[in-house]
């Protein structure tokens, strides 16, 4: 029974909204539902067939992972009391009389420069739980992608100590600076549903810890072809329609911007998908599904600071632009530049969340109509620089909002390798180099007849040990 208890008036308080709390609890799992098993499908079939275990499980270890450091810690990190300028006070978020009450973000109380209050805090009107999974969801999925510049390679020990460390000391900092009521956010730095906290952080992370765990085997990183398109293109498709709930349940209400922020997202993702496709056949002769995909992935990170905030006219250059200046960095620039080449980044997250996330806040700067960033923004006058005054100002903060989430997650990232490094090696063995999933699981994803040994370049244990003698 829906209404079934002696106390009727505790499980339907007089400040919930059945609505909202019914469209955070969606949101939440269609976000959720990008990771897993959307991002474990797409990892699954894009590398090569003798990693396609060993990715998907990366990727699975990081969903499960972060929700014991979220309810135990991080969440309040992220989302409670001050207690400095980008960081709450850690606690736990597990205790009933917690997560029945009413979801308050109370860092977020915004008062003008001369003390008082600009506007209130954060309270969205339902429990406390939907908030912590919800924002859980979005913690789990930022690490997830940042396993993409390292697969084929990151032992799968170092991969279990990061996580933590890195939910830890590098995603609450930038959640609770832009979001939790650190000092981006009363700064007034727009970034509606994680252009930078998710899609900049991970990217910056994920290079970074690229270049210290070190390049893939020379064959696997000049021969990678995916294993199975089609994997790639279902958890694809989940990941593109999990953007709804991405995007759609950051006003934390279902309510007008909740809508302008759906229908953007598709309208910038279905642009770019449109635009990267016709730069492949421009310059390869033919269209890539490989290409299409991350077309619609620079779409969706590109507007994803800017969602609610902008126009659709604005969402649809976004889309050209992000189907463009990624396509660009990712299939040009890359290949000629010796510095990006020094760096062995698998899935080319510096482009595809990187680059397209900095470009996303860039333009969220520039198209932000003041009537939008009224409706979701506790500074007043909120604008981008297209319409004038102190638009010119807003595009500034967002440059320099984006060099500190990219500095922090570069040194800290670099820090938390450093040290595993000295307790877990952060390499796979060469043995496991070589074989991939068999040696590392001792399963594979796919099998041959009745000898389940068999992999990609036909080498099995016995293979790689006479080859070492």
């Given at each position: 029974m829906a209404y079934q208890g002696s106390n009727t008036s505790t499980v339907v308080p007089d400040w919930l909204n059945k609505g909202d709390n019914a469209w955070q609890m969606v949101?939440?799992?269609?976000?959720?539902?990008?990771?897993?098993?959307?991002?474990?499908?797409l990892y699954a079939g894009i590398?090569?067939?003798?990693?396609?275990?060993?990715?998907?499980?990366?990727?699975?270890?990081?969903?499960?992972?972060?929700?014991?450091c979220w309810v135990l810690w991080a969440y309040k990190l992220a989302f409670g009391r001050r207690i400095l300028p980008f960081w709450g006070r850690p606690g736990l978020a597990t205790d009933q009389e917690f997560l029945v009450s009413q979801a308050l973000l109370p860092a977020t109380l915004h008062h003008h420069s001369s003390g008082e209050v600009e506007a209130p805090a954060v309270q969205p009107w339902y429990p406390t739980a939907s908030m912590v999974f919800f924002q859980f969801a979005f913690a789990a999925v930022t690490v997830m992608l940042l396993a993409g510049a390292v697969l084929g390679r990151m032992s799968v020990r170092a991969w279990m100590a990061f996580v933590p460390l890195w939910i830890t000391f590098c995603y609450t900092v930038g959640a609770f600076s832009i979001w939790g009521g650190g000092f981006l956010f009363h700064w007034g730095v727009m970034d509606?549903?994680?252009?930078?906290?998710?899609?900049?952080?991970?990217?910056?992370?994920?290079?970074?810890?690229?270049y210290w765990v070190g390049p893939r085997l020379r064959k696997d990183k000049d021969e990678f072809p995916p294993n199975n398109l089609l994997f790639m293109l279902a958890g694809a498709g989940i990941l593109w329609l999990g953007w709804t709930g991405f995007n759609g349940g950051d006003p934390f209400a279902a309510n007008v911007d909740s809508s302008v922020a759906v229908l953007n997202t598709h309208i910038c993702a279905a642009t770019s998908v449109l635009t990267w496709t016709c730069w492949d056949v421009a310059s390869q002769g033919k269209p890539s599904i490989?290409?299409?995909?991350?077309g619609m992935i620079t779409g969706l990170v590109c507007i994803t600071p800017a969602a609610g905030l902008v126009q659709g006219w604005a969402a649809l250059i976004m889309g050209v632009l992000s189907g463009s200046i990624p396509w660009y960095t990712m299939m040009h620039l890359n290949k000629r530049s010796r510095?990006?080449?020094?760096?062995?980044?698998?899935?080319?997250?510096?482009?595809t969340h990187a680059i397209a996330g900095i470009l996303g806040g860039a333009?969220?700067?520039?198209?932000?109509?003041?009537?939008?960033?009224?409706?979701?923004?506790?500074?007043?006058?909120?604008k981008g620089a297209f319409y004038g005054g102190s638009g010119g100002i807003q595009f500034l903060k967002q440059l320099a909002g984006a060099c500190f989430v990219i500095g922090w997650n570069v040194v800290v990232t670099s820090i938390i390798l450093l040290v595993i490094r000295v307790f877990i090696p952060l390499r796979m063995s060469e043995e496991q180099l070589m074989i991939g999933d068999d040696a590392i699981h001792g399963e594979e994803a796919y099998t041959m007849g009745d000898n389940p040994s068999?992999?990609?370049n036909g080498l099995n244990r016995d293979d790689v040990e006479n080859q070492t003698l």
């Open positions: 949101s939440a799992t269609l976000v959720g539902m990008q990771g897993m098993p959307g991002l474990v499908l590398v090569k067939k003798k990693w396609a275990l060993n990715s998907a499980f990366m990727a699975l270890y990081a969903f499960a992972a972060v929700m014991p509606y549903s994680g252009g930078y906290v998710v899609h900049l952080a991970s990217g910056a992370a994920g290079y970074t810890a690229a490989v290409g299409a995909i991350q510095l990006l080449q020094k760096v062995d980044d698998t899935l080319g997250i510096l482009h333009l969220t700067g520039l198209f932000a109509h003041p009537d939008l960033c009224s409706m979701f923004l506790p500074v007043t006058n909120s068999i992999v990609q």
